[in-house]
């Protein structure tokens, strides 16, 4: 356990009302905190972008990220950009229905519980196993696979393949599903039954209830959480590379041989190309938080 | 409630527990494939490089919860009593690991610690100690919101002066009165922290450490049962920890993670 402060410290802290200090000696109370996270997080992160200006005796440029221009690297964010955004709208749509379907649709109580536990084991059940236990049901002799063949529906000759993109597409429900249950069960709580009542007295059909009063009420939380769904599907990349052995080119992936091999042949671009991660989840990111910001104004 | 609503409600719900239970019955169903039908498992747990790796990924994981809570705990605690001015700062950072990805993380610390004077990775030690760094790096989110919550909770200032009236310095503060009070919120993050690193796989092989994810994805070249029933095994963990989450009860919501092992 670290000290936040020497004991000298104490006694002003005694004096001290509620209220700001002025005092530069509270600061040294987050030096741990802040040594840490420089150390681990913000100087490698810089170290990132600065490489991605230079070039490789260490001038200034900026033909690094004139490599986004190059087939490899622009195949690669087109694909990330479109698997994230098929998966975040897909499940942000489905997890919408499945949250409001346990919350307000009328089931019994026990299944709300057992869906919500569920989603927390499913959002965090990811990678390895999670390619693993896709390859073992739809994989090409997997359990389902087998079992749809046997009564005459061959998935593979249908155009179905568990190594493309929408395999992977499939497989990335399974955590991107649950996590949008997680996150919007809160905003579909927050719906109040006078809202409905009202609405019904005033002579509104069910129809114009949610066109005109849920819909609008929930939809900052709905395209927060589609932005948060996109950003977790973005930086994926164990179960991507279980499931297809870099078949797919994925950004992240091709951070990854980047990393293990300098496929880019330049560190400079492998560096522009993390940081053109960083810019992409930072948007993403910063989007659900200005629109939960939002939405947060009709939960009391 | 009309009743084609309520058949719609309840089709939603067939069609999404369908979706979620295949993968598990058809990854069990292969695991009992092996003759006798329990090898799989028999055989995982006499595979020698299935217990390193595993009691490996253990200790890693608990050694990442034991630093961030030293770290975590005291700072949050530092910024309600004294700095709450720092608390958009230290936000922001605890936030700035949803945005680095774990691959783009491992990439930035292999780029700061690789050379010297700083050559991490070059020794088993240091490679150890880098990954318990990478992996307190991703629990900053929940780990900050877990104690800021639990401090939320208690009067902190209060506290701290009773205590500091009886004559407690600042360990015995935040061991003996601090901690306790967020014990419930700290330890619901612990869990998930745990779940996280024992599966997690972009690090652990970018360090290469002998982490349990890597194992488990390579154990099917040679015996594709026994990964199977590694993989169970992996989900049933997960399960573990989140029903220990949940039974702590309130105050203990910080089932939410993003990035962490995907």
């Keep these: ?300 | 409630m009309s009743r084609t609503f309520r058949i719609f409600w309840w089709l939603v719900f067939i069609v999404g527990a369908v979706y979620f239970a295949l993968p598990l019955i058809g990854t069990l169903a292969f695991s009992l494939k092996d003759k006798p039908i329990t090898a799989a498992y028999t055989d995982l747990l006499k595979n020698k490089e299935f217990g390193t790796t595993f009691l490996y990924s253990f200790g890693i994981g608990l050694a990442t919860v034991a630093v961030s809570v030293a770290l975590i705990v005291p700072t949050a605690f530092w910024v309600r009593l004294r700095l709450p001015q720092a608390r958009p700062y230290v936000e922001f950072i605890t936030l700035l690991p949803f945005m680095v990805p774990p691959v783009v993380l491992v990439f930035g610390l292999i780029s700061t610690y690789s050379r010297p004077p700083l050559s991490l990775t070059g020794s088993n030690t240091g490679s150890d100690v880098l990954l318990v760094a990478a992996y307190v790096v991703l629990s900053l989110p929940y780990m900050y919101r877990a104690a800021d919550t639990g401090l939320s909770a208690i009067d902190v200032r209060a506290l701290t002066e009773a205590a500091q009236s009886l004559g407690a310095g600042w360990p015995t503060i935040l061991l003996r009165v601090i901690l306790p009070n967020v014990r419930v919120a700290v330890l619901s993050g612990s869990f998930l922290t745990l779940a996280i690193v024992v599966g997690e796989f972009t690090i652990a092989i970018f360090l290469a450490r002998p982490m349990f994810a890597p194992f488990l994805g390579l154990l099917g070249d040679a015996d594709p049962y026994q990964q199977a029933a590694g993989s169970l095994l992996s989900f049933g963990l997960t399960w573990v920890a989140l029903i220990i989450i949940s039974l702590l009860g309130r105050g203990s919501q910080t089932r939410i993670s993003v990035g962490g092992a995907r």
């Excluded at chain 1, 959480?225 to 078949?247: D, E, K």
């Design chain 1, 1 to 300: 356990m670290s000290h936040p402060a020497d004991p000298l410290d104490a006694r002003a802290a005694q004096r001290a009302r509620p209220g700001r200090s002025r005092s530069l000696l509270p600061w040294l109370g987050l030096a741990p905190f802040a040594l840490f996270s420089a150390a681990f997080l913000l100087i490698p992160t810089a170290k990132l972008i600065i490489g991605s200006f230079q070039n490789s005796n260490g001038a200034f440029t900026l033909a690094n990220y004139a490599d986004f221009n190059t087939k490899i690297v622009l195949n690669a964010y087109t694909t990330s950009i479109e698997i994230s955004f098929v998966t975040a709208v897909g499940a942000a749509i489905f997890g919408f229905l499945l949250a409001y379907a346990v919350i307000s649709g009328g089931l019994p109580a026990p299944i709300r519980a057992a869906v919500m536990t569920f989603s927390g084991v499913a959002s965090n059940f990811a990678g390895i196993p999670l390619a693993l236990a896709f390859i073992f049901t739809i994989g090409r002799v997997g359990l389902l696979t087998v079992f749809l063949r046997a009564i005459g529906i061959d998935p593979y000759k249908g155009g179905f393949n568990l190594y493309s993109k929408i395999g992977l597409e499939l497989v990335y429900f399974y955590f991107q599903l649950p996590l949008m249950v997680l996150i919007i069960a809160p905003a579909i709580d927050g719906l109040k039954r006078e809202w409905r009542e009202a609405a019904e007295n005033l002579g509104a059909t069910s129809f114009q209830f949610w066109r005109r009063v849920a819909l609008p009420i929930l939809m900052p939380s709905l395209l927060g959480s589609t932005m948060l769904l996109f950003g977790n599907a973005f930086g994926a990349q164990a179960t991507a590379y279980q499931l297809t052995g870099g078949l797919i080119n994925l950004v992240t992936l091709l951070i990854g041989d980047q990393l293990s091999g300098d496929v880019l042949h330049t560190p400079g671009k492998g560096f522009a190309l993390a940081v053109g991660m960083i810019v992409i989840m930072a948007i993403a990111l910063a989007g659900y938080a200005i629109l939960q910001r939002r939405a947060e104004r009709w939960r009391r």
